[in-house]
């Protein structure tokens, strides 16, 4: 069992610059036979003689061979690990939290709303159920970005975009581009463009707080039910095992209750300032 309190020893396999401030990085753990983990969880990732960090796992808990990690550069950590090449080594922590539910979501549609990166603790939700497309129904990725600039992994959308039972809609709030192929406005606009099963759908979404908010009251409209909406909550985790106190939102911790939460766990104090 892995010490939570400990990083293990894990070396750079390979590094992709998504965008110029956006990459991620492919990790290989010394011992990864003792690493599981599941869509929706995170680590730490600890730099040497800096700090560490939470950052979301992407990759498939079957292929673990491999841990992948998408990270956007805006702090000393962050830029630190932004340096790291082929070969490196760094700490790594995990994993943590409470992942998306997955076994409730057996046979059911799967809705996805996402903001910016909030689209990194999905994406391994993502590739789990494309995997395993005959373990579930229908899925919609609704993915929304600030500029038409801002959208990383555009090849792997369209992939998706093109896959059986699989529909994808993108938004950019201000699309800088004549060319932009997907919708100018707010990602939650397109929530209602869409029939649903609302006895047997399942939402997710990850995201700035204001978007999930709108999100969650435009799926309510469509009469998806809140016991089967799940947000992925961000807070300042800096210890991600409940000591520290930082990440408190409510009476509950996002790196241990978390970071993923059914909204009717939440709804109570969720986007209240504040909390």
Known sequence: MN??????LASVVDRIQETPSIFTLKLRLKNNKAFQFEPGQF???YLYGVGEVPISIVSDPEQNDVISHTIRTVGRVTNGLSQLNTGDQLGLRGPFGRGWPIVESHKKDIVIVTGGLGCA????????????????????IFQGVKHSDDLIWNK???QWSSLPNVEVRIAASQSTSKSWPWYSGHVTNMIKDFSYDESNTIAMM????????AA?????????REESIWLSMERNMQCAIGHCG???FGSHFICKQGAVFPYSEVSDFFGKRGL
């Open 206 to 213: 990850c995201g700035p707080e204001p978007m999930m908010f």
């Open 246 to 248: 930082h990440c408190q």
């Open 216 to 224: 969650v009251e435009s799926l309510k409209k469509e009469n998806i």
């Open 121 to 140: 603790p999905v994406v391994s939700v993502i590739h789990y159920i494309l995997n395993r497309q005959p373990d579930f129904g229908r899925l919609i």
């Open 156 to 158: 792997q959308y369209q």
């Open 3 to 8: 010490n939570p309190h400990l990083p293990m």
């Open 43 to 45: 680590n730490m990732l």
